[in-house]
Nanobody, 116 residues
Framework: QVQLVESGGGLVNPGGSLRLSCVGS????????MNWYRQAPGKERELVAS????????HYADSVKGRFTISRENYKATVYLQMNSLKPEDTAMYYC?????????WGQGTQVVVSS
């Protein structure tokens, strides 16, 4: 079955950096676009970044452009989210997502807290 497992979250000071990872299994990872979403307490889940199957095209939410970078290593079945210049408003649970054969799959999430 399709599984997505995130890691890399934690507590970081404002201005700091984190790199999130998401490992996919149970599907042909290299054939599917991948997404990172986040959900802050009391807010709706929002799309943060997307990357196509080959990694050739990426998209970012305006709130993270210039600070976050999505990338992937298909031979490792892994997608990354490099987060720099973190702000308190980036605090959220971050989720990996993919649409596989018409169905959306989600990981369990990894918590990011940006606070001094």
């Amino acid at each position: 079955q399709v599984q997505l497992v995130e890691s890399g979250g934690g507590l970081v000071n404002p201005g700091g950096s984190l790199r999130l990872s998401c490992v996919g299994s149970g599907f042909i990872f290299r054939n599917f676009a991948m997404n990172w979403y986040r959900q802050a307490p009391g807010k709706e889940r929002e799309l943060v970044a997307s990357i196509t199957d080959t990694g050739g095209t990426t998209h970012y939410a305006d709130s993270v452009k210039g600070r976050f970078t999505i990338s992937r290593e298909n031979y490792k079945a892994t997608v990354y989210l490099q987060m720099n210049s973190l702000k308190p408003e980036d605090t959220a649970m971050y989720y990996c997502n993919s649409l596989v054969s018409g169905r959306g799959y989600w990981g369990q999430g990894t918590q990011v807290v940006v606070s001094s």
